[in-house]
């Protein structure tokens, strides 16, 4: 098993395969782990040429508590644009559950023990 692999157990795919881990910083009661996105272009705008032209807003979600401490994620995209037409583009990530401020697995976990 890779540490990759590993990390997979522990945090959602698309972070692990998709964003960089940039820093952290760990408490008593917390885990706060900061990501950006890495400079991979969006598949689905392949036939484009784009470049990167900064980040987003950071966004922060609550997942799944890690050896008792609550743990963060907080979340940079890339923007990119297409150097032909000038439009940004951004890739569409569905990284919250509806109405939360959660992963849709952790969303889904406290869901499923709260029956």
Do not use: C
């Not at 990501?35 to 036939?47: D, I, L």
């Not at 979340?75 to 109405?99: F, H, M, P, S």
Request: glycine content about 4%; hydrophobic content about 40%; proline content about 4%.
């Amino acid at each position: 098993m890779t540490p990759i692999d590993l990390l997979k157990f522990m945090l959602p795919d698309f972070l692990v395969e998709h964003f960089e881990m940039v820093s952290t910083n760990n408490s008593e009661e917390t885990l706060h782990l900061y990501f950006k996105e890495k400079v991979k272009p969006p598949q689905e705008f392949n036939a484009f040429e784009l470049v990167s032209k900064g980040f987003l807003d950071e966004i922060t979600i609550q997942d799944f508590p890690l050896r008792g401490k609550f743990v963060y994620l907080h979340i940079k995209r890339r923007r990119w644009t297409n150097k032909t037409t000038g439009e940004i583009i951004k890739r569409d990530w569905q990284l919250v559950a509806k109405g939360t401020r959660m992963t849709q697995e952790f969303a889904a976990f406290l869901k499923e023990i709260n029956r």
